[in-house]
């Protein structure tokens, strides 16, 4: 008799535990169930705004009341290191939801999709996406009557031509300044031979922005 008894509170144990892994493996696999489609992305370059439009995934219950989906940029490239960068109130699983970002630094970003789901767990993209607001031709031709550089693409050296004296700083993509010098009327020399390859914008002070590429 003690004998069935134990071969019982066995038998109970075992089912005991094997429930617990099928609770366990069940909820590890709601985590990851979660398919997050990225935002489709519109880029207004003159009027520097960005349109996200999102469909929420059918799965998903989102934690409410609080911002629950998130875009994060990442100027450092690196993409397990985030900084939020706009956030949005989620509305049901599937809803589809649109905001703009708007006066976005000209530069490019990298951005991730996020939900933010009942078990307090942030559910990430897997796609990171890259977004540019550059400058518009518009502006390049406002810019041009006030200064120019050449030559674009430069190695060593810039030229800048000015109508007037002016202090102007270099930035690269990412709105980082990296040279500040002041220059004078007529022609200047500068070196960026220190700088590395890429896309550069030049800044006067009276707001004039040239962009040139360091090769």
Known sequence: MLAETDNSMKIIRLFTFIAILLAVSTTQAQ??????????????????????DVVLPQNVAVKGGVANCYLYKDTAKVPDSYGELFSFFAGA????????????????????FAVLTDDSTYHFSNIVQNICVELPNAIDKISATTISVYPNPATNTINIKSKENTNIVITNLAGVKVLESTIQAGENNINISILPQGFYFVKTGNYSIQKFLKE
């Open 31 to 52: 985590k990851l169930v979660y398919d997050l489609a990225p935002p489709t992305i519109t880029v207004n370059n003159a009027a520097r705004t960005v349109s996200f």
């Open 93 to 112: 699983p599937g809803q589809n939801l649109n905001f703009i970002a708007t006066d976005v630094k000209y530069g490019c970003y990298f951005s991730r």
